[in-house]
Each structure stands twice: as structure tokens, then as C-alpha cells.
């Protein structure tokens, strides 16, 4: 029997991040040196975890990185407060804010607070409102990943079926909207979705990001369907898995992603490709040359 293509994420981010690397030392060359404020309140063990390996990444393609780090006891006046100075930082071009934030501080008030201009993670309402309207802006660097992976694949999306599982505002709905983009019909499911197979059978791309394992079974797969698993979960014996049941699925799908090593690296590739492209932004505006 034959089995699903493994799309290579990490070959792809590594492809993705030798571009940013050279867009970069194109800046650097003309003086203009990237740069990403990373900003991390407590000591949550998995966000520093992302905090470290976004450090290392920007090292690596030439950004400019600072990381700032609070108690988790920081007022949420104080972080707004140095949020605005970042935002008035000509040296800074990108601000991210690791989530999740301790429940006394609003993580919508702190993404609304950075500047739309260096909202590189695309978590913003002005960010979000020119996804829907087609303008340009910064996208959402999962989903915008998931599309480079699909991409990736050589599928012409116009007119193609795709179901997305999940509907958050970081992920399920800016993959939606990306791929009505790209000119594919989207249905968009969620826990209450009835009989979730029957739309995830018709598919020609599946797209799981609901954060819970075997969402996905191979008995709910087009033979042939393009299988996207966002979802980074532990099974009983602790090991990382997807929303997707890899080794059902990779028996009836035509091409999938593996977990790790899928949309993973994506992310972070495309939160430096958000950077280098603000700081473009940054000195095309100030009619300098890049």
C-alpha cells in the first residue's frame, strides 16, 4: 500500500529562514539592522522554551533580538508602559508578546497596544481586519506556515475543498481566510460541528488545529486529501503527537505533516520573515534604500 508524502517542515523553515537570512544581511549591509523585541512575563516552562528557540532563530538569520523578562506579578499598566516604548523604538521593528499572559493581564489590551506597524505575530485587529480585506498586512505566522506547507505540495488550491478544523482567532480563522484567498471553497468545523467526518471526507485539504489527539481518523480522509496537523498535544505515554492520527491517516492521505516536524518550524520561520519585511517597511517609509 502505498502512503502518504511527509511534508518536510523543517527542510521547508530551513529554506524560508536562508531567505530571511539573506534579505537581512541585505539590510545590514545598508546599515539597517533588523530588529525583534521578545517579551516573556513568568516562568511558564513551555514559553521559555519558545522565547529561547525565537532567540536563537533570530541570531541565526541576522535580527536583532532583545528579550525582556518579568515576574508574572508585572501590572499590566508597567507592561503597556514598556510596550509603548518599544513601539516608539526606531531600533526595534518587531514586538512579540509570548502568550499566554497571567490571567490579571488582558492579552487582547496587550495586542492592541502594539503598534500595527510591528505586529509581526499578525494577532491584531487591524492585522486581522486586512486579512479579510485582502490588504497587505502582517499574517498570522501558523497559518500563514500551513499555507507555505500546502504550497509546498505543488496542489493548485482554486476550486479545491478544504475543511478547517478549529475556529481560533490565531489559527482556524486566518487559515480560513487564507485559503478563500487562494480561491478554495472553506468550510470551517469546531466541537460543535455534528458528524465531523461527514465534511472532512469531502475534502481535498484538511487543515487540524483544535489542540486534541485523533480528531482526525483515517476513516474521515479523502483518499488523496492534503492532511495539515497543527496540533502539538502529549498522548498517554507522554509523547508529542497532532490533532491528527498520523499512522491511520498517512495510509489514505496523499501528502501530510508529521508532528514534530511539520508546521512547527514554520512558525518561527515566518515570524522572522515578518520582521525582516517590517523593518523594509520601516526604511522604505523613511525613503531609505534597503
Not at 489590551?109 to 487591524?126: F, H, L, N, P, T
Not at 498522548?235 to 499512522?247: H, I, M, P, S, Y
Not at 508546521?263 to 525613503?287: H, Q, W, Y
Request: charged share 20%; hydrophobic share 45%.
Amino acid at each position: 500500500m502505498t502512503t502518504a508524502a511527509r511534508i518536510d517542515g523543517t527542510a521547508i523553515a530551513r529554506e524560508v529562514r536562508a531567505e530571511v537570512a539573506r534579505r537581512a544581511a541585505r539590510l545590514a549591509a545598508g546599515g539597517h539592522v533588523p530588529g525583534l523585541a521578545v517579551i516573556l512575563v513568568g516562568d511558564d516552562p513551555a514559553s521559555q522554551v519558545y522565547v529561547r528557540n525565537k532567540i536563537k532563530a533570530c541570531a541565526e538569520a541576522g535580527i536583532r533580538s532583545i528579550q525582556e523578562t518579568y515576574a508574572d506579578d508585572l501590572a499590566e499598566a508597567e507592561l503597556l508602559g514598556r510596550i509603548a516604548a518599544l513601539n516608539a523604538d526606531d531600533a526595534v521593528h518587531g514586538i512579540l508578546v509570548q502568550m499566554p499572559l497571567p490571567p490579571h493581564i488582558s492579552a487582547q489590551r496587550v495586542i492592541e497596544a502594539i503598534d500595527a506597524s510591528k505586529d509581526v505575530d499578525g494577532y491584531s485587529v487591524e492585522s486581522a481586519g486586512r486579512l479579510v480585506a485582502g490588504l497587505p498586512g502582517f499574517k498570522p505566522c501558523t497559518p500563514w506556515g500551513c499555507m507555505t506547507l500546502i504550497e509546498s505540495t505543488g496542489i493548485a488550491l482554486r476550486g479545491k475543498h478544504a475543511v478547517v478544523i478549529g475556529r481560533s482567532n490565531t489559527v482556524g480563522k486566518p487559515m480560513a481566510l487564507m485559503l478563500l484567498r487562494a480561491d478554495a471553497t472553506v468550510t470551517v468545523c469546531h466541537s460543535r460541528t455534528p458528524d465531523l467526518g461527514a465534511h472532512t471526507r469531502q475534502a481535498d485539504v484538511v487543515v487540524a488545529a483544535v489542540g486534541r489527539a485523533n480528531t482526525l481518523t483515517a476513516d474521515m480522509v479523502k483518499p488523496g486529501a492534503i492532511v495539515i496537523d497543527v496540533g502539538m498535544n502529549r498522548n498517554a505515554a507522554g509523547k508529542l503527537c497532532g490533532d491528527v492520527d498520523f499512522a491511520g491517516v498517512v495510509q489514505v492521505a496523499g501528502a501530510i505533516t508529521p508532528v514534530p516536524g511539520g508546521v512547527g518550524p514554520m512558525t518561527i520561520a515566518m515570524l522572522l520573515s515578518n520582521t525582516v519585511d517590517a523593518a523594509e517597511r520601516a526604511f522604505a517609509a523613511k525613503g531609505l534604500s534597503c
